[in-house]
């Protein structure tokens, strides 16, 4: 068996073995490719897209993305680190970019690398609708949504590729694909409406925990919702399919998302 044959061997071996769980949800899933490969080929990618795109800066808008993250950021290691997940955000490299860009759009690829498009902020009005969008975006995240956007032998095929010195352009496409960069390839993958559902959840948390008052998110969706009228579908609800179900939800999960932040002492949230 040659070198060549011996990593592929190996590299199915993962696709078995690997699992992770989901530590909001305690659901195991299936991890095909670590982070150790995945993040490389993230920051890589998030890297070459803040050179192709207008990245915005010294503006209040700006200065809003960077704190809103950081403080969603910071709620979801105090989450994980008080649950029994110290560690698992070690490999996350948090960076926050405002990209001028009117499509209506947010994501965050694996290590915690995201983009906030200009074209969202009428609909998040404020810091509190930014907190809404951005603690969605990281639970994907968080939850590895991404990876199982792709099929398993997609993604060995990108993990092998990352292991390899050139990545080629089908396998980079398919990779900003699968985590929402892409408006730049013209493709856009929908989330499953379980993993909306997850998103919603743990974003939820996130921002309650980060002090936004966790009441607005239903607003934000009905807003979302309000201006998906007419023949231009806005990218983020076409990925995310926004429905009375979903804000029924954020209204019924609104008290525990509180509750949950007052054990990290968060008493007052932010309208
Ligand atoms: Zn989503």
Redesign the pocket.
Known sequence: MNFRNLSVAVGMLLVFLSCNQNPFTGKKTLAVVPNSQILPMAFQQYDQFLQENQVVTGTSEARMVKDVGQKIATAAERYLNANGYQGYLEDYRWEYNLVNDDAVNAWCMPGGKIVVYTGILPITQDETGLAVVMG??VA?ALANHGQQRMSASQLQQVGAAVGAVAVSEENQQMFQTAYGLGTQVGVMLP?SRS??TE?DKIGLTLMAIAGYNPDEAAELWRRMKANSGGSAQPEFLS??PSNDTRINNLEAWSDEAKAEARKYGVTNFKS
Do not use: L
Request: glycine share 0%; charged share 20%.
């Open positions: 969605h975006e994907h989330f993993h909306e998103a990925t995310h």
